[in-house]
């Protein structure tokens, strides 16, 4: 995988809570930005998917609706972060 540089302007707000979130992660501001945007990205991609079926096929009766909302919640939540000490652990 090649890196680029890139530089980007964001709310100091926004910035101040992305440097919470990567330490919280113990990742670095630029580590944590890129998972960000790989997830949102991943996330948008399956939206428009999910139009295009619904497009042909109409939508979800209520009761699908409430699954799939459930689903989209689960499978949207951030993961926790890893476990490195146990990776590392020698038994």
């Not at 809570?17 to 580590?31: F, I, M, Q």
């Amino acid at each position: 995988m090649s890196l680029e540089r890139v530089t980007i302007t964001i709310p100091s707000e926004t910035l101040a809570a992305a440097k919470e979130a990567a330490e919280n992660e113990g990742l670095s501001v630029s580590a944590w930005l890129s998972k960000a945007a790989e997830r949102a990205a991943k996330i948008q991609a399956g939206l428009s998917a999910a139009e295009e079926v619904l497009a042909e096929i109409g939508p979800p009766t209520p009761e699908r609706q409430v699954w799939v909302d459930d689903f989209m919640d689960e499978v949207t939540r951030p993961a926790p972060p890893e476990d490195t000490a146990s990776a590392h652990d020698v038994a």
